[in-house]
């Protein structure tokens, strides 16, 4: 790629950004677009909402970076947890190390690679028609003293990882002690999810639970909920759901007609009053779901319960011991919040969950050989000859200098992208039929998922630009890795610089922008003629997506810490990149997302490796780049780097992830103790059984034709 094409797609970027930042900063401020820009405020301040027209909400405003600006990381703590803290510490993280590598990169490195004549001469009055290889390290003259500062950089900027790493690690792990500490009694924190339960015959699995229990945990045990199978009620309620909405949609809007004209082959109508076939059909669902209701509460059991405990101590000791001589009975795990419960789990049986294991397994594999495909198309418009000899009627658009440019410099990266956002739902498809509990383990998986078919798809792939025999051998050839990617990685290097701006600059800004949540809103506008008490109704807050946000900013690191030395034209892109992170993900965690769980931080420990897998990456492409450009004791130098690194990662491992797992002895007695004197805890454990009552024995509201509420279901234990 040449510097002109880079230019191109800089500027098509850049002009996509600006468009983006003006259209927000104009369309946040019309009271109809508060649900897609201010959804959060909006349910939970209920923004005024003024039909008189001003000139000044047609003028675009940066008052929104200003306030982004003064968010404190306590006010973020507060409005969404501990997760969106560890968000936020990754873009920080990132902007601190690139900063530190952009000045040794750009004002350093970048100088010595154009003053290099292995490739070709830099030339400053003919620079547009240069290729970008001149800005790398291969345009450095083999065997060049020259290459011994590449080598010192190599090892000051893993220094400053590691003790950057470190510090984060630190940081956040006691960060997640101080927020425990500062929490309230939370009913997840005094209950178990306890699976395999065996049932003797003629008994029930609420007393199976309540005999082992009280045998064997007597001074903690405190009560239970059994887990029943509701997937039919389920599909009820859902159906409910739909007809009592278009009930309201027909209540609501006095031009809606209630009749329709109903017909045979279109031979005999008459008028069908819309109205009281729904009220009737909503009449037959209740009465459906109270048998099913029946049904569910005295049919079979899920084998599982909740089981509560008095103290956060005694959860612990439970939630550690094996229960049984028999390990695949009495199976234990920590429960999630009541909010974070994924429900259909509980619906299915051990042999369904194993087999969807291995479907996850084999789907995920031909998902990422697939990929493969949009790959080589992505790297066919990197060569303009290979596309040239393959479409010849193409030779004479495409000599066109901008055609040539767009082609090589904007279309790859654009079509990688525009693949790239078909992978994660379906990531978080495969994930949530894995058998996790809760929707916070689901979205983990679904983020390491994404994040390893980023690396090995846009990475790797693009890198060796071979066929799928071709990268395997790679893995299999072990000793020639540091030399293959030291020739692939380098020749990449423009790819991945168009890569950063096109993906990163434009997918950035139209996180802010929201684009398809706001086509949305348009077309639900025009489409239903819903009234705003009912259209309120209806209104839900979004969650960031941290599986398809965290593995994007964590492979961008990846491109950092791996290009720096290669290639340090790469930083001041990515600085823009995390620079607009920064800002606007302060702005969408305050304005539009709203928590639907808490980890408290367990994000971090993916952060970590990743960052620890960039660094072992780097490495061995160093060693292969010094043995490559004849300077052998540089490669040999470099060999104790990822030795000491992964003792490293082994010495963080051992000091804070267990920080994450659980949490310590001391921290609980310490909480337990502060509560013996607590009036309030009394009320909190009579409440703490309903905590985990499925949702589908909750009570369930729905208004007749005359404004009069019932439930149709009422509330039950279980």
Same mark, same amino acid.
């Given at each position: 790629?040449?510097?002109?094409?880079?230019?191109?797609?800089?500027?098509?970027?850049?002009?996509?950004?600006?468009?983006?930042?003006?259209?927000?900063?104009?369309?946040?401020?019309?009271?109809?677009?508060?649900?897609?820009?201010?959804?959060?405020?909006?349910?939970?301040?209920?923004?005024?909402?003024?039909?008189?027209?001003?000139?000044?909400?047609?003028?675009? #405003?940066?008052?929104?970076?200003?306030?982004?600006?003064?968010?404190?990381?306590?006010?973020?703590?507060?409005?969404?947890?501990?997760?969106?803290?560890?968000?936020?510490?990754?873009?920080?993280? #990132?902007?601190?190390?690139?900063?530190?590598?952009?000045?040794?990169?750009?004002?350093?490195?970048?100088?010595?690679?154009?003053?290099?004549?292995?490739?070709?001469?830099?030339?400053?009055?003919?620079?547009? *028609?240069?290729?970008?290889?001149?800005?790398?390290?291969?345009?450095?003259?083999?065997?060049?003293?020259?290459?011994?500062?590449?080598?010192?950089?190599?090892?000051?900027?893993?220094?400053?990882?590691?003790? +950057?790493?470190?510090?984060?690690?630190?940081?956040?792990?006691?960060?997640?002690?101080?927020?425990?500490?500062?929490?309230?009694?939370?009913?997840?924190?005094?209950?178990?999810?306890?699976?395999?339960?065996?049932?003797?015959?003629?008994?029930?699995?609420?007393?199976?639970?309540?005999?082992?229990?009280?045998?064997?945990?007597?001074?903690?045990?405190?009560?239970?909920?059994?887990?029943?199978?509701?997937?039919?009620?389920?599909?009820?309620?859902?159906?409910?759901?739909?007809?009592?909405?278009?009930?309201?949609?027909?209540?609501?809007?006095?031009?809606?007609?209630?009749?329709?004209?109903?017909?045979?082959?279109?031979?005999?109508?008459?008028?069908?009053?819309?109205?009281?076939?729904?009220?009737?059909?909503?009449?037959?669902?209740?009465?459906?779901?109270?048998?099913?209701?029946?049904?569910?509460?005295?049919?079979?059991?899920?084998?599982?319960?909740?089981?509560?405990?008095?103290?956060?101590?005694?959860?612990?000791?439970?939630?550690?011991?094996?229960?049984?001589?028999?390990?695949?009975?009495?199976?234990?795990?920590?429960?999630?919040?009541?909010?974070?419960?994924?429900?259909?789990?509980?619906?299915?049986?051990?042999?369904?969950?194993?087999?969807?294991?291995?479907?996850?397994?084999?789907?995920?594999?031909?998902?990422?050989?697939?990929?493969?495909?949009? @790959?080589?198309?992505?790297?066919? +418009?990197?060569?303009?000859?290979?596309?040239?000899?393959?479409?010849?009627?193409?030779?004479?658009?495409?000599?066109?200098?901008? @055609?040539?440019?767009?082609?090589?410099?904007?279309?790859?990266?654009?079509? +990688?992208?525009?693949?790239?956002?078909?992978?994660?739902?379906?990531?978080?498809?495969? %994930?949530?039929?894995?058998?996790?509990?809760?929707?916070?383990?689901?979205?983990? *998986?679904?983020?390491?998922?994404?994040?390893?078919?980023?690396?090995?798809?846009?990475?790797?792939?693009?890198?060796? #630009?071979?066929?799928?025999?071709?990268?395997? *051998?790679?893995?299999?050839?072990?000793?020639?890795?540091?030399?293959?990617?030291?020739?692939?990685?380098?020749?990449?290097?423009?790819?991945?610089?168009?890569?950063?701006?096109?993906?990163?600059?434009?997918?950035?800004?139209?996180?802010?922008?929201?684009?398809?949540?706001?086509?949305?809103?348009?077309?639900?506008?025009?489409?239903?003629?819903?009234?705003?008490?009912?259209?309120?109704?209806?209104?839900?807050?979004?969650?960031?997506?941290?599986?398809?946000?965290?593995?994007?900013?964590?492979?961008?690191?990846?491109?950092?810490?791996?290009? $720096?030395?290669?290639?340090?034209?790469?930083?001041?892109?990515?600085?823009?990149?995390?620079?607009?992170?920064?800002?606007?993900?302060?702005?969408?965690?305050?304005?539009?997302?709203?928590?639907?769980?808490?980890?408290?931080?367990?994000?971090?420990?993916?952060?970590?490796?990743?960052?620890?897998?960039?660094?072992?990456?780097?490495?061995?492409?160093? @060693?292969?780049?010094?043995?490559?450009?004849?300077?052998?004791?540089?490669?040999?130098?470099?060999?104790?780097?990822?030795?000491?690194?992964?003792? $490293?990662?082994?010495?963080?491992?051992?000091?804070?992830?267990?920080?994450?797992?659980?949490?310590?002895?001391?921290?609980?007695?310490?909480?337990?103790?502060?509560?013996?004197?607590?009036?309030?805890?009394?009320?909190?454990?009579?409440?703490?059984?309903?905590?985990?009552?499925?949702?589908?024995? #909750?009570?369930?509201?729905?208004?007749?034709?005359?404004?009069?509420?019932?439930?149709?279901? %009422?509330?039950?234990?279980?």
């Amino acid at each position: 790629m040449i510097v002109s094409a880079l230019l191109t797609s800089v500027g098509i970027n850049l002009a996509l950004c600006i468009l983006f930042f003006t259209l927000y900063s104009i369309l946040r401020r019309q009271p109809g677009n508060f649900d897609v820009y201010a959804p959060r405020l909006l349910a939970e301040k209920g923004i005024e909402q003024s039909d008189n027209f001003h000139l000044d909400r047609l003028l675009p #405003s940066p008052g929104w970076v200003r306030g982004a600006w003064q968010l404190t990381e306590e006010d973020l703590l507060a409005m969404s947890g501990l997760d969106a803290v560890v968000f936020m510490r990754i873009i920080i993280f #990132s902007l601190r190390v690139f900063s530190f590598a952009g000045i040794i990169g750009v004002f350093v490195l970048l100088p010595i690679n154009c003053s290099g004549t292995q490739l070709a001469q830099f030339n400053i009055a003919n620079v547009s *028609s240069d290729s970008l290889d001149i800005f790398t390290i291969s345009n450095v003259n083999n065997g060049s003293n020259r290459l011994w500062i590449h080598f010192c950089a190599v090892y000051l900027v893993s220094i400053f990882v590691c003790c +950057l790493l470190y510090y984060e690690y630190n940081y956040v792990s006691s960060k997640r002690v101080a927020y425990f500490y500062s929490s309230k009694p939370q009913p997840h924190q005094f209950t178990l999810l306890v699976r395999s339960i065996p049932v003797p015959p003629g008994g029930t699995v609420s007393e199976s639970v309540d005999s082992f229990f009280m045998e064997y945990h007597p001074s903690a045990y405190l009560s239970h909920v059994v887990i029943r199978r509701t997937s039919k009620l389920k599909v009820l309620i859902n159906d409910a759901n739909k007809l009592y909405k278009r009930l309201l949609h027909l209540q609501a809007e006095p031009t809606q007609p209630e009749t329709s004209s109903d017909s045979c082959c279109g031979l005999f109508r008459h008028k069908v009053d819309l109205r009281d076939c729904y009220e009737k059909k909503l009449e037959n669902l209740e009465e459906n779901l109270r048998v099913e209701r029946r049904a569910s509460l005295a049919g079979e059991d899920a084998k599982a319960a909740f089981v509560f405990f008095k103290s956060r101590y005694g959860t612990a000791v439970a939630a550690s011991m094996q229960q049984s001589v028999n390990p695949t009975h009495w199976l234990t795990e920590r429960a999630p919040e009541p909010r974070d419960v994924h429900w259909p789990f509980f619906q299915s049986s051990f042999l369904r969950r194993w087999i969807s294991r291995v479907v996850v397994v084999v789907v995920a594999i031909l998902v990422t050989i697939l990929f493969l495909i949009p @790959v080589v198309i992505a790297q066919g +418009l990197t060569n303009l000859d290979q596309l040239e000899a393959l479409f010849p009627f193409l030779k004479g658009i495409l000599s066109l200098n901008v @055609v040539s440019e767009i082609v090589t410099g904007y279309l790859p990266s654009l079509i +990688l992208q525009m693949f790239l956002l078909l992978v994660p739902p379906v990531m978080m498809f495969l %994930s949530s039929i894995q058998g996790y509990i809760s929707h916070s383990d689901i979205m983990k *998986s679904a983020c390491f998922k994404f994040l390893l078919f980023t690396i090995w798809n846009i990475f790797f792939a693009n890198v060796l #630009s071979g066929s799928v025999l071709n990268q395997l *051998s790679l893995l299999l050839d072990l000793k020639n890795i540091p030399s293959k990617l030291a020739v692939a990685v380098p020749a990449q290097a423009s790819f991945f610089i168009a890569y950063v701006v096109t993906s990163g600059w434009t997918s950035i800004s139209s996180e802010l922008f929201r684009m398809i949540p706001f086509v949305g809103s348009l077309l639900r506008k025009f489409c239903c003629c819903c009234c705003i008490k009912h259209a309120t109704d209806e209104f839900q807050v979004p969650e960031i997506p941290y599986h398809v946000d965290i593995p994007r900013l964590l492979f961008f690191g990846l491109l950092g810490i791996t290009y $720096f030395f290669l290639a340090p034209l790469i930083l001041p892109f990515l600085l823009v990149y995390f620079c607009l992170a920064y800002i606007i993900f302060r702005n969408q965690f305050a304005n539009v997302y709203e928590p639907k769980f808490d980890t408290a931080g367990r994000f971090w420990p993916i952060v970590h490796n990743s960052m620890i897998f960039s660094l072992v990456l780097m490495h061995a492409i160093a @060693v292969g780049i010094f043995t490559l450009k004849k300077l052998p004791l540089a490669s040999s130098l470099i060999f104790p780097l990822p030795v000491l690194t992964l003792l $490293f990662n082994e010495y963080c491992r051992k000091r804070f992830l267990p920080n994450f797992v659980g949490y310590a002895a001391e921290m609980l007695l310490k909480k337990d103790r502060e509560d013996i004197d607590d009036p309030s805890m009394t009320e909190f454990f009579e409440k703490l059984p309903a905590s985990y009552d499925d949702p589908a024995f #909750s009570s369930v509201y729905f208004s007749s034709a005359d404004g009069r509420g019932a439930p149709l279901l %009422s509330h039950g234990g279980s």
